[in-house]
Structure formats: structure tokens, C-alpha cells
């Protein structure tokens, strides 16, 4: 079955950096668009950002500048590389999973939770002020 792990997280302080990983397992194909998603204690889940196999990406408000998300589709593997880090930033991260096969990151994904049909466990990602 479809598995995704995320690694990386951890505490630090403002304004390092930070490289989130998320491996994915039991795809047949490539086809899937990768977002990841963050959940601070007692908040909704927050889009903060999404990547096609093809490579187009979208970023949240939030992140957009800071945030850079890449992938390798040999490894099976997409990549958030996470600077400037505020204490804001501080939650749980999630990648996800939407196998519908999109070429280019839909405008609406950001309000979409429910189109991500697979999810690893998350990770934490704790910024210290």
C-alpha cells in the first residue's frame, strides 16, 4: 500500500534553516502531486506548499520566499527546504498525496485537504523565538 514518510524536523531557533524529506512507497507511477501541509497546536491544517511530478509548484502567502519545495522522482522523494524559520512556523508537518495525476498544481489545492488521499505521520517542526 501507499506509504509516506516524512524526516528532518526538530527544534531551532529564529532564523535558521531547516530540510524536511518525504519518502514515498507503493505508487506504480509517478503521477501524484506531493503538498505539504502544517498544523500548529490548537489551529487548522495550513496548505504551505505543492508539487507535481511534472515540477510545477505552488506556495502559500505564508511561506512564498522562504520556503522551497523540490523533488526527485527517481528517489521517490520531495524535498521542503524551510529558511528564515519564525516562530510561527512551529507545528507538525505533513506531506500528502493526491494520485489524480495533475500536470500543473490546481489554484484550489490549498482549500482541498480531503483531494490528498494518502498522508504520513508528520513531523516537528518547533521554532524557538
Known amino acids: 500500500q501507499v506509504q509516506l514518510v516524512e524526516s528532518g524536523g526538530g527544534l531551532i531557533q529564529t532564523g535558521e534553516s531547516l530540510s524536511l524529506s518525504c519518502v514515498a512507497s507503493g505508487f506504480t507511477h509517478d503521477a501524484y502531486m506531493i503538498g505539504w501541509w502544517r498544523q500548529a497546536p490548537g489551529k487548522e491544517r495550513e496548505a504551505v506548499a505543492a508539487i507535481t511530478d511534472k515540477g510545477d509548484i505552488d506556495y502559500s502567502d505564508a511561506v512564498k520566499g522562504r520556503f522551497t519545495v523540490s523533488r526527485d522522482n527517481a528517489k521517490r522523494t520531495t524535498y521542503l527546504q524551510m529558511d528564515s524559520l519564525k516562530p510561527e512556523d512551529s507545528g507538525v508537518y505533513y506531506c500528502?498525496?493526491?494520485?489524480?495525476?495533475?500536470?500543473?498544481?490546481?489554484?484550489?489545492?490549498?482549500?482541498?485537504?480531503?483531494?490528498?488521499?494518502?498522508w504520513g505521520q508528520g513531523t516537528q517542526v518547533t521554532v524557538s523565538s
Open positions: 500528502a498525496a493526491d494520485a489524480d495525476g495533475w500536470v500543473r498544481v490546481p489554484k484550489s489545492w490549498s482549500k482541498n485537504p480531503a483531494g490528498f488521499e494518502y
